[in-house]
C-alpha cells in the first residue's frame, strides 16, 4: 500500500525568505510520481510541481522546485522567496505503478507567510 | 476556462434528499476521477471513470453513492439520502490518459462542497 506522511502540520516563514515542506512516501512500486498541490483558504486544488520516480533531476517550476531523495523516499517542496500569497494548504500526493491512476496524499502542511 | 468545470460549488442539502454533483473534464480529456475531502484531511480516491465505464470505483462507499460519465454531458457523482457524514467538498480531476498520472498531467476542479443540515 502506498502512503505518504507530512510531519509539520503548520509551518512559519517570514516574506521573501525560502521555506522546505517536508514529504516522506512509502511504496513498493519502482514506477511513481510525486505531486504537491496547494490548496488557499478559497479551497481549489492547484497543481505545483510533479516528479517522476525515473527523473533524472529534481523539478523545478518557477519559485517552487522538488528535493527528490529517493533513497530516502523523500520528496520534499522548497519555496524560495516566499510571498503573502503563498500563505495556504500544501499537500504532497502519489501515484504508483500498480494503480497509476489513483492519487494518494498527505495530510497537509499549512504554511503562514508572515510580512 | 478551459479548466476542469465543478457545479455547484456549493449544495445545502437536508438529511435524506439527494445530491448530484457535476464535472465537465478539460477538452481533450476523457478520463475523470472523483476525490473526498473531509475536514482538515486530505483528498481520498472515491472512483475512475472513461466515457460510459467506470474503471475502479473501490473508494466509494457501497450504499448511496454512486457516478456516472455518459457518452455525452458531465460526469456525475450522485449521493443519495445523504448524512450528515457525506459533508465534505467533492472534487472531480481529469486527464488525458491513464498515463497522464506518470507525466504529472492531472488537474483538478475547484470542487463542490456539500455541506448536510
Known amino acids: 500500500a502506498q502512503k505518504i506522511t507530512q510531519t509539520q502540520p503548520g509551518m512559519f516563514v517570514q516574506e521573501k525568505e525560502a521555506v522546505t515542506l517536508d514529504c516522506t512516501y512509502d511504496?513498493?512500486?519502482?514506477?511513481?510520481?510525486l505531486f504537491w498541490y496547494k490548496q488557499p483558504s478559497s479551497g481549489e486544488m492547484i497543481f505545483l510541481i510533479y516528479?517522476?520516480?525515473?527523473?533524472?533531476q529534481n523539478a523545478t517550476e518557477g519559485r517552487y522546485s522538488l528535493n527528490f531523495q529517493k533513497a530516502r523516499k523523500s520528496a520534499n517542496l522548497v519555496i524560495s522567496a516566499s510571498q503573502l500569497g503563498d500563505s495556504a494548504m500544501y499537500f504532497c500526493?502519489?501515484?504508483?505503478?500498480?494503480?497509476?491512476?489513483?492519487?494518494?496524499f498527505g495530510k497537509g502542511t499549512l504554511l503562514t507567510v508572515n510580512p | 476556462n478551459a479548466g476542469v468545470m465543478q457545479n455547484p460549488r456549493h449544495l445545502v442539502r437536508r438529511r435524506g434528499q439527494e445530491a448530484r454533483l457535476r464535472c465537465s473534464p478539460m477538452?481533450?480529456?476523457?478520463?475523470v476521477y472523483w476525490y473526498r475531502q473531509l475536514p482538515e484531511e486530505g483528498l481520498k480516491f472515491m472512483v475512475y471513470?472513461?466515457?460510459?465505464?467506470?474503471?475502479?470505483e473501490s473508494g466509494m462507499p457501497k450504499e448511496r453513492f454512486s457516478a456516472e460519465f455518459p457518452k455525452e454531458g458531465p460526469s456525475i457523482l450522485r449521493i443519495q439520502q445523504v448524512v450528515r457524514g457525506d459533508s465534505a467538498a467533492y472534487f472531480c480531476?481529469?486527464?488525458?490518459?491513464?498515463?497522464?498520472?506518470?507525466?504529472?498531467?492531472?488537474?483538478f476542479g475547484e470542487g463542490s462542497r456539500l455541506t448536510v443540515l
Open positions: 500526493a502519489m501515484s504508483s505503478g500498480g494503480s497509476n491512476y489513483k492519487l494518494t
Open positions: 511504496t513498493s512500486d519502482p514506477s511513481y510520481g
Open positions: 477538452k481533450g480529456h476523457s478520463h
Open positions: 516528479q517522476g520516480s525515473y527523473d533524472q
Open positions: 480531476a481529469s486527464s488525458r490518459r491513464t498515463g497522464g498520472l506518470n507525466t504529472g498531467e492531472l488537474f
Open positions: 471513470l472513461q466515457k460510459e465505464n467506470i474503471i475502479d
